[in-house]
């Protein structure tokens, strides 16, 4: 990550660009078909993706998928502020994005 | 709390338009899974027919099957759409062999996570579910929503669930679980001690999510096994130069996207 520009904008917005990232635009719509509810959407961009990537990279970006449902879902179920440390590192960043709307952020003190 | 899982709710259909996949194989899949994440998948579904720290294998299928079921649920889709999801009320989709109190909570943690909240939490806890064994279904409910997500990613049919293991909860009350700021108690690193002594790897930096399930330290281990397949080991968070297939800003993207999609703050 050291060195390069991601455009934060593409994560929490319909994006058309590549967000700074090599396949971040395809990769972005991948993402966004994994977590709706669309099937035929879900197989036009896994075909699109696994046109641009390696199959191991088409898995990691599944496994991706699969892992942040898990560690969300116990993040809000569980309550747990995010740490000192994290939320003096990522403040700008948090804030640009403007994560302060998310409910989850009343878990956090002085977040919101 | 639960009579046996019906045979009928474990073992799901085929759908139409998706690969049968041959169990953790994935051998119907279009790409090849490599060997850990299969590994991993076949280590979280046989922890999840196991008798458990406060459920029994019995409960803890059933648990996943709900964990499932809340994608078809009318009453969840319903509240999803409205403002407040306490607004709408009814029944989900049964019929279901575990209290009601517990069906709501594993709909709402797998349907609608973002809009849980701590008077949420509290009227849970308050219908008399301990918190040792709400943790627990945060965690068996979690899990499986990440298989199924898995599962739907790649384009085939999510794993069936395995029939329970018999035998009985452990009920392992861990030492030094106590508040941190969190909904639950938690061990602080400091306090992991004796039989917990490996739960947080030794590492110098222990983050919150990986606390968060330390009231049910089993579930702590299976979580960190999880992410270390499906992300990275935890040890290596940090540096960013770690990557896999995928380079690390692309796993960076897609991770950070599935958590603005679910509205996590954390």
């Given at each position: 990550m050291a060195g390069e520009t991601v455009d934060l904008a593409a994560v929490t917005e319909t994006a058309a660009g590549d967000a700074g990232v090599e396949h971040g635009g395809r990769l972005l719509a991948f993402t966004d078909a994994a977590m709706g509810e669309d099937d035929a959407l879900l197989d036009r961009e896994r075909r699109a993706l696994c046109a641009v990537l390696s199959p191991e990279a088409f898995i990691d970006a599944c496994a991706l998928v699969a892992a942040f449902n898990v560690v969300d879902r116990?993040?809000?179920?569980?309550?747990?502020?995010?740490?000192?440390?994290?939320?003096?590192?990522?403040?700008?960043?948090?804030?640009?994005?403007?994560l302060a709307r998310f409910g989850s952020a009343a878990n956090t003190p002085g977040a919101g | 709390m639960a009579s046996q899982p019906r045979p009928s709710r474990i073992w799901l259909p085929l759908?139409?338009?998706?690969?049968?996949?041959?169990?953790?194989e994935y051998r119907g899949a279009q790409a090849p899974v490599r060997d850990d994440l299969r590994e991993a998948h076949r280590f979280i579904l046989d922890h999840v027919r196991s008798p458990g720290t406060w459920w029994t294998g019995a409960e803890r299928v059933e648990i996943a099957a709900e964990a499932r079921g809340a994608t078809r649920c009318a009453l969840c889709r319903e509240r999803r759409k409205s403002l407040s999801p306490g607004a709408v009320q009814g029944r989900h989709d049964g019929p279901h062999a575990l209290a009601e109190?517990?069906?709501?909570?594993?709909?709402?943690?797998?349907?609608?996570?973002?809009?849980?909240?701590?008077?949420?939490?509290?009227?849970?806890?308050?219908?008399?579910?301990?918190?040792?064994?709400?943790?627990?279904?945060?965690?068996?409910?979690?899990?499986?929503?990440?298989?199924?997500?898995?599962?739907?990613?790649?384009?085939?049919?999510?794993?069936p669930l395995p029939p329970p293991r018999p035998g009985d909860p452990s009920r392992h009350r861990p030492g030094g679980a106590k508040e941190c700021g969190a909904w639950v108690p938690m061990i602080d690193p400091a306090d992991a001690a004796g039989a917990e002594a490996d739960l947080y790897g030794g590492g110098a930096f222990v983050p919150n999510i990986v606390r968060a399930l330390s009231l049910v330290p089993d579930e702590v281990r299976v979580m960190r096994r999880s992410s270390d397949a499906h992300y990275v080991p935890l040890a290596q968070i940090p540096d960013p130069t770690y990557h896999r297939a995928l380079a690390r800003p692309q796993m960076e993207l897609v991770a950070t996207r599935v958590s603005a999609l679910n509205q996590c703050f954390y």
């Open positions: 116990i993040a809000d179920a569980t309550g747990i502020p995010l740490d000192p440390m994290l939320h003096a590192a990522s403040g700008d960043v948090r804030a640009e994005l403007g | 759908a139409a338009g998706r690969n049968h996949t041959d169990g953790a109190s517990v069906i709501d909570a594993v709909h709402r943690i797998r349907s609608d996570p973002a809009r849980l909240s701590r008077r949420w939490f509290d009227g849970v806890i308050a219908s008399g579910l301990e918190v040792g064994r709400y943790v627990e279904l945060v965690s068996v409910t979690s899990l499986i929503a990440g298989l199924d997500y898995f599962a739907r990613a790649l384009g085939v049919e999510p794993l």
